[in-house]
Structure formats: C-alpha cells, structure tokens
C-alpha cells in the first residue's frame, strides 16, 4: 500500500510542477488573454481535485473488492452445506467486523454488503454478478 501511496506522491507532485510550469510559461510567454483562465483553473483543479478523487476510486475499487470477498465466502458457505442454517444472522456481526478490518473500510458500508450477501445465502441464489444491478 505504501508504494501505491508513494506512486500517486510522484503523479500528484509532477502533475502539479508541469501544470504549473505550463501555465507560468505560457503567462510570460504573452499567452492571449482568451488563455488565461485555463491557464489559471487547470494547476489549482488539479491541485485541489487529485485527493478526493482518487480517494474516491480508491474506496469504489476497495468496495469491489470486499464485494468479491463475500462473495467467494457465499460460495464456500453453500459447498458445505451450512448456507441451510436458518440463523445466518448471528454470523452478521462478526461478518462485518472481520470484512471491515480485512479491507480497511467504515463498519456501514460492510454491513450493506453482509446482509445482502446473507441474504442471497439464505435464500439459495447465485452470487450478485449474475443477478444484475439491484
């Protein structure tokens, strides 16, 4: 995780001393007046932008990937016979407490997941892809 972070350090830092060197060059360059407000918006978007955009694909890919990890659990649960148990709830908790520090996410997006994924458990249907968008 720690490369990644560094990784998105460099575009972030390149990204903004080429952004700013452009529009530095293109002011003392005489850019036409028309030119000057992108010149001026595009370094501060990207300098304001970067993080919590890429925070946000970040917790979509992370998502996704808990998703895919319940999932393959479901499965698991079903091949052995225990998706028939009629309390699946008291699996709920700790489901959710075990995914959240597993994938580093908030408690209440995992317990969304959990439930709709014990929820397909009992109910003895295959996994969400093949469903479609719910």
Do not use: C
């Amino acid at each position: 995780m720690l490369r990644h972070t560094l990784y998105a350090l460099v575009v972030y830092v390149f990204g903004a001393i080429g952004l700013l060197y452009w529009s530095l060059s293109g002011f003392n360059a005489g850019a036409p007046r028309e030119d000057w407000a992108l010149m001026i918006v595009l370094p501060a978007v990207w300098i304001i932008s970067f993080w919590p955009t890429l925070g946000t694909l970040v917790l979509i890919w992370k998502i996704h990937a808990a998703q895919g990890l319940l999932e393959r659990i479901a499965e698991r649960l079903r091949a052995e016979g225990l998706a028939d148990m009629a309390d699946l709830r008291e699996l709920e908790d700790l489901a959710v407490e075990l995914a959240a520090r597993e994938n580093r996410l908030p408690e209440f997006i995992m317990r969304k997941l959990v439930r709709k994924t014990l929820a397909r458990i009992a109910a003895g249907r295959g996994p969400i892809r093949d469903a479609g968008v719910r």
